[in-house]
């Protein structure tokens, strides 16, 4: 069973500071995605990464895949008041199946 | 521009009645999904759907069923709500190719 595990659960960090969200998981896969929410709203994807050592960007957010270590980050740079949100990772170890199991969630909250 | 809808957006009901989320997407996608979000729990899969007069349990489908007569709807019906049921619930449609999931703007439901 794909279990998927988030850490930290909370997080409180200063505005200008840099940070990384972990996100491992228990069975392979090649397919991780993260998802942003804000209270009361719905999930916003945010990267797609489809193979090992895929690395996105956008913005002050990246994300990254190693497969063989079944780990993906998201790092922070220079945090803004902006990314407070929940964040998310999910894993697909099924063959075009869009049969995402999710982390717990990140809870985010850049003070200025 | 395509779009996941989900409606009602909040309803209040009472134990043991039967209530009917309704889900509409306009991406042609073949997969649809249900999750119910929790504090706690991160997102759950409840059912899913991989075309028409497809359905497929999920982690937590005890108490749902689901439906799926075209492309573009899955409804999800609680048989007899249990306050148990209480939560709110995405709906969800996948992109095959890649698998990333587009996610309805949700809909809180409160069992009495």
């Known amino acids: 069973e794909l279990k998927v595990e988030q850490n930290p659960l909370f997080l409180s960090m200063q505005e200008g500071k840099n940070y990384t969200i972990y996100c491992n998981y228990s069975t392979t896969s090649d397919r991780l995605y993260w998802y942003r929410q804000d209270p009361g709203k719905s999930l916003e994807s945010l990267f797609v990464l489809l193979s090992n050592g895929a690395v996105k960007q956008e913005g002050r957010l990246m994300a990254s895949l190693d497969t063989k270590a079944r780990l993906s980050t998201l790092h922070i740079t220079a945090a803004v008041h902006d990314l407070s949100a929940t964040y998310f990772c999910?894993?697909?170890?099924?063959?075009?199946?869009?049969?995402?199991?999710f982390g717990a969630g990140t809870i985010l909250r850049v003070k200025s | 521009d395509a779009e996941i809808t989900q409606s009602p957006r909040h309803k209040i009901t009472e134990t043991g009645r039967q209530v009917t989320l309704a889900c509409h997407q306009t991406w042609n996608h073949n997969n649809m999904f249900w999750y119910r979000q929790d504090l706690g729990h991160g997102l759950r899969l409840i059912h899913y759907s991989y075309g028409v007069q497809d359905t497929n349990k999920g982690e937590v489908s005890d108490g749902y069923s689901v439906s799926r007569s075209n492309t573009e709807d899955l409804p999800l019906t609680l048989e007899s709500a249990a306050s148990s049921q209480t939560s709110v619930y995405f709906c969800?449609?996948?992109?095959?190719?890649?698998?990333?999931?587009?996610f309805g703007e949700g809909s809180r439901l409160t069992v009495l």
């Open positions: 969800a449609s996948g992109h095959a190719n890649t698998g990333e999931l587009f």
């Open positions: 999910a894993v697909d170890n099924t063959a075009y199946g869009n049969k995402l199991v």
